[in-house]
């Protein structure tokens, strides 16, 4: 193993993260990049942190095959990506990065900014599909409104 990559075991924990090679340096910039999210970032992290939705647990900036996805919860086999604008610029390297990934056999759903920031509800339903989902009791703190972005 290079000295710039770390191998990733965490034993009986199935998923996208077990037994990977990954580079050093994208595994430093997924770090930074969890500590400095955008503010539609951090209004679907707040949403769905802590298994706010019950059994859908979601990871800020997974590394998947090289690429950093915006989150991924591994039960539904899915990459959620938010997209501001530098995506406008970029849709070439995204469809790539897409195919990849689904090539892997996961599916990947992107989101605008404005509709996680303003309709986080929407976008939430449209992640679980028919499945009818209710936040936990502890989800909304006393005195917050439902789809309140941040705390």
Not at 1 to 23: A, C, D, W
Not at 46 to 73: S, T
Not at 134 to 147: D, F, I, S, T, V
Request: charge should be positive.
């Amino acid at each position: 193993m290079g000295e710039h990559q770390v191998y990733i075991k965490r034993l009986n924990k199935p998923g996208i993260s077990t037994g990977h090679l990954i580079n050093r340096e994208k595994l430093e910039m997924a770090k930074w990049m969890r500590q400095h999210m955008t503010y539609a970032e951090r209004c679907f992290w707040n949403a769905v942190r802590k298994r706010r939705y019950p059994g859908l647990r979601f990871r800020r900036q997974q590394i998947i095959d090289g690429f950093i996805a915006d989150f991924y919860c591994n039960k539904l086999n899915l990459v959620i990506e938010i997209d501001g604008g530098i995506h406008e610029a970029q849709k070439d390297y995204d469809e790539l990065r897409d195919r990849i990934i689904n090539d892997k056999g996961i599916n990947i759903m992107r989101f605008k900014n404005e509709d996680v920031i303003n309709k986080i509800d929407w976008v939430l339903k449209q992640i679980v599909g028919n499945v009818p989902t209710q936040p936990c009791p502890k989800a909304l703190g006393e005195g917050e409104r439902a789809g309140s972005c941040l705390q």
